[in-house]
T-cell receptor, first 112, second 119 residues
Framework: GIQVEQSPPDLILQEGANSTLRCNFSDSVNNLQWFHQNPWGQLINLFYIPSGTKQNGRLSATTVATERYSLLYISSSQTTDSGVYFCAVRTRTTDSWGKLQFGAGTQVVVTP | GAGVSQTPSNKVTEKGKYVELRCDPI?????LYWYRQSLGQGPEFLIY????????DSGLPNDRFFAVRPEGSVSTLKIQRTERGDSAVYLC?????????????????FGEGSRLTVL
């Protein structure tokens, strides 16, 4: 199946800093989502971005589908940004449209 | 409802017991998914429903796990003869559709999960 690799695995930031999280995937995709899992375990949708660039407040994301990677940018980080960020993809296959494959996540800690 | 609803939020059971976990998807969503998340790992796919039928159950670990969605809305994940290794958070998600090229119809939305602890 498709491989999803996220880097870095861990990230410690000072409040106010900017950062970039990366997601590499091994096959063509028709769905790519970024999630933030908060300390209570809830998966919060950040972006649905199989291609192109989107921005939402201090967060933005870019997916270059032809080169099989996506980037999540966090600007002016805040302590509430702490948590695990997951990238998840679905491949362009006919046998399973539904399955979303997750990466291992990037654990982000923002310190005051 | 406004979001995906899962019950119970916490379940503690003894090894060998039977457990049912319930998921109520977002109203109008035809696709429903079950995932399992162990500590420190990303969610792992279990099963996906399109309507009432299981379109892909390749992630179910063994025949002790079974899921149903009899009316195409609420789904129940059933675990027989629970084992300590089944302890995890079980996540449910729904999407407007499971397939198709229309923008955002395949976007998944997750519930808060059911934390299962098998003693």
């Amino acid at each position: 199946g498709i491989q999803v690799e996220q880097s870095p695995p861990d990230l410690i930031l000072q409040e106010g800093a900017n950062s970039t999280l990366r997601c590499n995937f091994s096959d063509s995709v028709n769905n790519l989502q970024w999630f933030h899992q908060n300390p209570w375990g809830q998966l919060i949708n950040l972006f649905y971005i199989p291609s192109g660039t989107k921005q939402n407040g201090r967060l933005s994301a870019t997916t270059v589908a032809t080169e099989r990677y996506s980037l999540l940018y966090i600007s002016s980080s805040q302590t509430t940004d702490s948590g695990v960020y997951f990238c998840a993809v679905r491949t362009r296959t006919t046998d399973s449209w539904g399955k979303l494959q997750f990466g291992a996540g990037t654990q982000v800690v923002v310190t005051p | 409802g406004a979001g995906v609803s899962q019950t119970p939020s916490n379940k503690v059971t003894e090894k060998g017991k039977y457990v049912e976990l319930r998921c109520d998807p977002i109203s109008g969503h035809t696709a429903l998914y079950w995932y399992r998340q162990s500590l420190g790992q990303g969610p792992e796919f279990l099963i996906y429903f399109q309507g009432t039928g299981a379109a892909d159950d390749s992630g179910l670990p063994n025949d002790r796990f079974f899921a149903v969605r009899p009316e195409g809305s609420v789904s129940t994940l059933k675990i027989q003869r629970t084992e300590r290794g089944d302890s995890a958070v079980y996540l449910c998600a729904s999407s407007l559709r499971g397939s198709g090229s229309n923008a955002n119809t395949g976007e998944l939305f997750f519930g808060e999960g059911s934390r299962l602890t098998v003693l």
